[in-house]
Every structure is written in C-alpha cells, then in structure tokens.
C-alpha cells in the first residue's frame, strides 16, 4: 500500500482515514498453549476477553495450541499504550496453561 503524506491533508480527511493524530495503534499477539480440550479452551478465552475487556482492549484472533490474533483498544481513536501491552503480555506468561508468549511492537491497526 502507498503510505499517506500527512502535510497535504485537513484534519477532518485524517479523520476519517485514521492518520497522523487520528491512528489506532494495536499489536499481534501469540501464544503457545498446553490447552488440549475446548472446555480448558472456552475457560482460557473468556479469562482473557474478560482481562483484556478490563483494560479497555478488543481482540480478534483465536486458536487452540497456538493462540494469535491482533489486540487494539476498545474505543476508536486510541490507540494502546505500552503499558496496557506489557500487563497483557505478563498476564498471558502467568498462566500455567501458556508455555510462551509472543507479541509484535504497535502498528497502525488500520493498515497494518
């Protein structure tokens, strides 16, 4: 995709394609998991939405063994902190359920 030249744009089209100010940063997220059955599996995934639903988050991704998908903030037009990504990522290496974590450094959600 052709990047976006900001200083040729008003506000409001930056607006509207969520540039500059306007950009929603979110990260990938992976995990390898122990989980070998859907009941242990259906338990983990509504532990996590419920955690990350605390923190203002959304995710969109899912997986038995190897769990993945992409986490941004719940309300447009933020974007997630670095803080909510390291409690996110120290919740998942708490879990005894989850061998190892890995996560990706905030992109633009929009077009990542």
Known sequence: MKPFK??????????????????????????DTKIQDFDSYDTFVDEFIDYIDT?????????????????????????VSSEQQAKVVSWLEARKD?????VGELVDANYF
């Open 6 to 31: 900001l200083d040729n744009k008003k506000r409001r089209i930056k607006k509207k394609l969520f540039l500059g100010e306007f950009a929603m940063l979110g990260f990938e997220v992976s995990c």
């Open 55 to 79: 923190l203002d988050l959304s995710f969109g991704g899912g997986g038995l063994e190897l769990f993945e998908g992409f986490i941004c903030h719940a309300e447009r037009y933020k974007s």
């Open 98 to 102: 989850v061998k190892a974590v890995r």
